[in-house]
């Protein structure tokens, strides 16, 4: 999985910098182009940022890194979304305005308001896969989101706002004194989701730094971002229905998808690659969906999947399911 956007990297690498570190010993660490000059430059896969965060807690010696590197980032130097927190007149505002940007261009977490139109509570969810994968640097990302939605509100508003709890899904670790510190209400752990929860009326709080004129500039910036983000997931979108149209009998190429597109097939590798993705994610990820749906249902065997899917050989597509799901298909069902 690559991530086009991360805050959360960038905060590291920030971190790392104020702690004398350079940034091609960091990127040089991490497997990253050593003459980048910061994150946004490069497109992030999943182990990148893993690394990222190993290497804060080792090089550094630090355990709870996420909730360390929250503590030190300050929000005025978090460039648009936080010009554009401190522009809103309300926290509910702030909120609102960064949600929408934040839903299109941040792939590393997502995360849904209760209730939707004026929310107490923030649930936050990372990919299964990563959680699975590398539960260790899952733990430090959960725990610098919330910990930095805590912060934010407080820097907003200039008030110590605390929430009623903190829920996280992880388990308890043994030393609480900085979640204590942080959050100042019951922690959590060991719990069904990841939340935090605050009292009715809160995001009503103002903001002093309110600034009408900027606000509409930047309500104006961001309609751009979303729109050139929304464009390119037309783009991946309509790449992924046609290799489903051709997914039937054969394992379409590359080449077909080009030509139906009426491009090059080193066009289409750019525009995809531009996108963070390629066209063998993308066969990938329809052939999972596609055998996974056909397994569910009930109404045809492993071979008879395989054979829907192109694959001639059934020990391939055995393979295949597996790098996919991570189990054998014969078995998934149960």
Same mark, same amino acid.
């Given at each position: ?31 990253? /182009? ?12 999943? *182990? =990148? ?22 503590? &030190? ?12 927190? @401190?522009? !809103? ?12 940007? =934040? ?6 977490? #997502? ?17 299964? &896969? ?32 605390? /929430?009623?709890?903190? #829920?996280?899904? =992880?388990?308890?670790?043994?030393? @609480? !004194? ?6 100042? !209400? ?5 719990? *069904? ?6 009292? /009715? ?18 309500? *104006? ?25 051709? !997914?039937? &009998? ?43 749906? &056909? ?40």
């Amino acid at each position: 999985m690559k991530l086009k956007y991360n805050f959360y990297a960038q905060s590291l690498i920030g971190f790392l910098q104020k702690n004398s570190l350079h940034n091609n010993e960091i990127f040089s660490a991490v497997g990253l /182009p050593v003459g980048a000059k910061n994150t946004l430059e490069i497109e992030l896969s999943t *182990e =990148h940022i893993h690394r990222l965060t190993m290497f804060v807690k080792n090089r550094l010696g630090i355990e709870h890194c996420g909730l360390k590197v929250s503590e &030190y980032l300050e929000f005025q130097n978090t460039g648009f979304l936080g010009l554009c927190a @401190l522009s !809103c007149q309300t926290l509910k505002d702030a909120v609102f305005r960064i949600y929408r940007v =934040h839903k299109e261009i941040n792939q590393l977490f #997502t995360y849904k308001m209760l209730p939707p139109g004026n929310p107490t509570e923030f649930i936050y969810e990372l990919d299964k &896969y990563w959680e699975i994968k590398y539960p260790e640097s899952a733990r430090e990302i959960i725990e610098f989101v919330v910990a930095n939605g805590v912060l934010t509100s407080r820097k907003l508003t200039r008030r110590e706002i605390t /929430p009623q709890q903190i #829920t996280f899904k =992880h388990e308890k670790p043994v030393d @609480l !004194c900085l979640y204590e510190r942080i959050f100042k !209400c019951p922690v959590y752990f060991g719990k *069904e989701a990841n939340s935090a929860k605050y009292l /009715p009326g809160v995001l009503n709080f103002e903001i002093p730094t309110y600034n009408p004129t900027l606000q509409k500039i930047l309500d *104006e910036y961001s309609a751009r971002a979303i729109e050139k983000v929304s464009n390119e997931k037309k783009f991946v979108s309509e790449v992924k229905n046609l290799i489903i149209q051709s !997914c039937r &009998y054969k394992i379409p190429q590359e080449d077909e998808i080009a030509l139906q597109l009426k491009m090059s097939r080193r066009y289409l590798q750019k525009k995809l690659n531009a996108n963070g993705t390629s066209f063998k994610q993308l066969l990938a990820q329809v052939q999972k969906e596609m055998s996974v749906a &056909y397994l569910e249902s009930g109404r045809v065997n492993v071979k008879e999947v395989a054979w829907l899917l192109g694959y001639s050989d059934v020990s391939n597509f055995y393979r295949a399911f597996k790098k996919w799901t991570g189990k054998n298909p014969r078995y998934f069902k149960e």
